[in-house]
């Protein structure tokens, strides 16, 4: 499918409504917004299939669909450093930022990296990337050991202190992914939660008020508990 005729079946399915209702939630940018929903988006992907070349030409539109679409059909072993350094300086709404992690990102081999590198810049949408990654890792990634995921507490303690609600709501995602992989990561990210509150910023007590609340609710417990019995 060319990059003419994949533009012109956004274009068809284009929506005011929708562009704003996401405004409303805060998805605003620079670039054009069709207000697309999310499911035609995904099928749209499904039909192309994975294919690299035309995911770059869809994200050089600039339209914040087109882009969304780039990171569903892109190749994960593909990207390389210089590639997504290029296409997060593009990302100015939590909507786009959150499709590119959650979509293509974490599956590539520098997402740790990333982590390390993005959870310590200023830029908001970059920082928020990071912990977002984090929280996309902590769902995902079956392998890897609680160690693994113990060494983004430093990150998370010092990400709660971002007073940018796009930044420390990826934070308290984070914390509270990770406090859901297994009771041990939930009770130290139990007690990371209580550190964090005692630092007294609005933010921080966001964070951990909702760490705090989820992974001690009943809910949250009782798939811990099952998932152990199934060890």
Known sequence: MELEAIINKLLAMSNERN???MRCFGIVSKAEILGVP???IRELARNIGMNHDLALKLWETGIHEARILATLIA???KITDELIEKWIKDVDNWDLCDQLVMNLLWKTKIARKK???WCNRNEEFVK???FVLIAKLAI???KSSDEEFEKFFPLIKEGAKDSRKYVYKA??????QIGKRNPKLNEKALKLAEEIMKLGTKSARYVAREALKELKSEKVKKRLMSKQARK
């Open 19 to 21: 562009v704003e209702g």
């Open 38 to 40: 999310k499911p035609k």
């Open 75 to 77: 190749d994960p072993s």
């Open 115 to 117: 982590i390390l590198e």
């Open 128 to 130: 928020r990337a990071g």
């Open 140 to 142: 995902s990634d079956k």
């Open 171 to 176: 934070v308290s995602w984070a914390l509270r």
